[in-house]
């Protein structure tokens, strides 16, 4: 069955994003940051996660203020990187893992959360940096991706209970998953999560 093995809390900060971009990762303003990632990037490759679920806001970008799911789980098979008004980042294009996206979302439904399932979608900043961050920049990135997109711009966010109780359901469908998947978790939201007997207490990170 699938097994969660580690839980990561992440800047999601866009200015980083265009750092590595525009190749200013050696400017003096930059180097401390990037060069703390590097134990963080051996780290993940030695683990070598299969599935990466990542936990992070919208901005605006697939959702609008004319709809705001509170909980919005991507189940699709990819999902291209977002035009956030400068133009699409330069990284791969996120592979999903439909299978285990639908199980999930059928194990949490079962468990009460009603979730938001998203077929298609496009992801901004919130999502891609943690990646570039914990992968470098890469031609394909290593592992696929879930995407679950929790509003925490507009009023009313979900509760931090809430939160919890959710990462709790969604790391017992994790683990009831007939496949050997290897998951890791990356949040960048508010809230606190216990997945798989792993705690997870962030504050959102801007």
Excluded at 25 to 32: A, D, H
Excluded at 39 to 59: M, T, Y
């Amino acid at each position: 069955m699938a097994r969660i093995i580690a839980g990561v809390g992440c800047s999601h900060v866009p200015a980083i994003g265009a750092a590595l971009d525009l190749g200013k990762t050696e400017e003096p303003y930059w180097k401390r940051v990037f060069a703390g990632f590097e134990k963080s990037k051996q780290w993940i490759a030695d683990i070598r996660p299969d599935v990466a679920i990542v936990v992070f806001n919208d901005h605006a970008t697939s959702f609008s203020v004319e709809v705001i799911p509170t909980f919005a789980l991507g189940c699709a098979d990819h999902y291209k990187p977002a035009d956030e008004g400068w133009g699409a980042r330069p990284v791969p294009i996120v592979r999903g893992h439909p299978k285990l996206a639908s199980h999930i979302a059928q194990s949490v439904i079962l468990d009460e959360f009603d979730l938001t399932i998203v077929n298609k979608m496009d992801v901004d900043h919130g999502l891609t940096v943690p990646l570039s961050l914990m992968f470098g920049k890469v031609n394909a990135w290593p592992c696929t991706v879930i995407p679950l997109a929790v509003n925490v711009v507009m009023f009313q966010p979900p509760t931090g209970r809430r939160c919890f109780a959710l990462g709790r359901s969604i790391g017992k469908a994790v683990e009831a998953y007939h496949e050997d998947l290897r998951v890791v978790f990356l949040e960048q939201v508010c809230g606190s999560w216990t997945i798989g007997g792993i705690d997870i207490d962030m504050l959102f990170i801007a």
